[in-house]
């Protein structure tokens, strides 16, 4: 089945619910066992299967369940487990992975909140982090150690959009014993397959381009089967539970993933391109652009681009730029992204940056290309960038 197949059909079973075509939302906690013999059943199953249960509302129930499922089928993975939020999502997988005395390698470039999560509370239960530069590929087993369990990649790289060497990475880190984790949120499991490409722990914050709405959290961790139960067990020791309503609107969400993303992705590379071409542009940081230093891993390994790039501006003075972000009609200033709505906030990779310090002069803006029409948002572009020069 084709991956436009599997997001339409994977997850549903309407003939088990009256033919209603999208699964059911079940606001529940209590989940009734119908025998004694059934309740001793599924407690002893809920210890030794990896099948899905249906349990307990912080423990399994079908709305997340049927998401999962259809998750997992796009990732191409044994199962999926549902979170509340992706950053729940990232820090759940990594203590089901990581123990006091391991060694964890991280790049430089990951998205915020996973670097504090690892400076502040992985180091406070005794694992010991390293960050890497992004571009490192196969040098990677230049830093690996005795105890080094997991390699954590994101690519393209929050803020900064480095492409990263994920075949290259995973070869020497399963050599070395060591897992790959991979934050593959931009090209959604549509554009990037994790697992087909040496990935052990396939996560998404599922909030972006999934939910697409700007109107739920969620995040989606996926592997294989010999990592599985130990996920879920962490999940459940932990109280990660999804809420029934959230979770239902990312598998409809879902259901669309496709068409959306494909505008979502023609749509940033028609801003991209035009950006490029304007004296007030120093550099547009997009993967799919040709001459982008990412570009030929971005050919070799992705197949499609998302709507998300960032774009390097001469510098100005803050003035300037205020008065080019808050008149934009079109384009909202607000974090997260992958929703309808266009996006553009400022960003300051050199604030986080260990290994490979972040030192471009000018103003970084992520831009966010949503479903508007793309020569509407190049006109409020195009404003912006005249009222920038004109409170220079
Ligand atoms: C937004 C984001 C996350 C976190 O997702 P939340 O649902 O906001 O917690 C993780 N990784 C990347 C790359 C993101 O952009």
Redesign the pocket.
Known sequence: MKDDTTIVVAGRAPHDNLGVVTPPVSHTSTILRPSYARLKELNQLRETTDQPLVLYGRAGHPTALAFEEAMAALEGGFRAMAYP????A?TSALFTFLEAGDHILISDAV?G??RRFADDVLSKFGVEVTYYDPLIGAGIGELMRERTRIVYT?APA?QTFEMQDIPAIAEVAHRRGALVAM?N??ATPLYFKPLEHGVDISIL????YIVGHSDA???VVTTRREHFMALQETARRLGQSVGPDDVYLAQRGLRTLSVRLRRHGETGLKLAEWLRGRPEVKQVLHPALPDDPGHALWRRDFTGAAGLFAVLLQPTSETALAAMLDGMELFGMGY??GGYESLMVPGHPQRFRTVRPYREEGQLLRIHAGLEDADDLIADLKAGLARRQAAG
Not at 205 to 208: F, H, P, R
Request: hydrophobic share 40%; glycine share 10%; aromatic share 14%.
């Open positions: 939020s992706g950053l729940a990232i998205y909140p996973c994101e929050s934050d949120t931009w914050a599922a909030t972006k959290m969620m995040g997260s992204w």
